[in-house]
C-alpha cells in the first residue's frame, strides 16, 4: 500500500531506493543484514527510525516514528508500507528473490495481518537491542543516520 503522502522525499529521488527500519529490532538488523548481503547492485540505502531523517520519513509520509509498526520504502515510484514494501525490495534484488513477486497473489489485508502480528510480537520473539546497528566502514555509505 502507498504509505499516506505521494511525495518522493529526499533520497528516494536521487536513484536510490531508502529502507526505514526500527533500528533496535533484531528482527529488522537481521533484514538490513540480509539486503546488505544481497543487494550487489547497491540499490537499497537505510535509515533507523531513530534517526532524524529516518523519523522525518516517517512523518512526511503519515507514519508515527513513535509507534515501529510499519516498514517504509522510499523508491522513485513513491512511498510504500508493510508487505507492497517488503515485496517491492524483495522484487528489487537479483535472482531467486525475484520470484517472491508470486506472493502478491495473496491479497493484501491477509499479508497485512500476517506482518502486523509480526510486527506486534517482534520484539517478544527475536530481541531488542540497545542501540541501532553499526554498519561495516565499507557499508557506512548506504546508512543515512
Not at 17 to 23: C, N, R
Not at 105 to 120: C, E, Q, S, T
Request: charged share 25%; with cysteine; hydrophobic share 45%.
Amino acid at each position: 500500500m502507498k504509505a499516506g503522502s505521494n511525495h518522493s522525499d529526499g533520497a528516494a529521488g536521487t536513484g536510490s531506493a531508502v529502507i526505514v527500519f526500527d533500528g533496535v529490532c533484531a528482527l529488522c538488523n537481521r533484514w538490513v543484514r540480509f539486503l546488505l548481503r544481497f543487494d550487489r547492485k547497491g540499490r537499497y540505502r537505510f535509515a533507523a527510525m531513530q534517526g532524524q531523517q529516518g523519523s522525518a520519513m516517517l512523518r512526511a509520509h503519515g507514519l508515527d516514528p513513535q509507534d515501529p509498526m510499519s516498514f517504509l520504502l522510499l523508491d522513485a515510484q513513491g512511498a510504500w508500507t508493510d508487505t507492497d514494501a517488503i515485496l517491492r525490495v524483495l522484487a528489487g534484488l537479483d535472482g531467486v528473490w525475484r520470484l517472491t513477486g508470486v506472493l502478491r497473489m495473496v491479497p493484501r489485508g491477509w499479508r497485512d495481518a500476517a506482518y502486523r502480528a509480526l510486527a506486534r510480537n517482534r520484539y517478544r520473539w527475536f530481541g531488542r537491542n540497545d542501540a541501532c546497528h553499526l554498519p561495516a566502514p565499507e557499508q557506512a555509505a548506504r546508512f543515512l543516520d
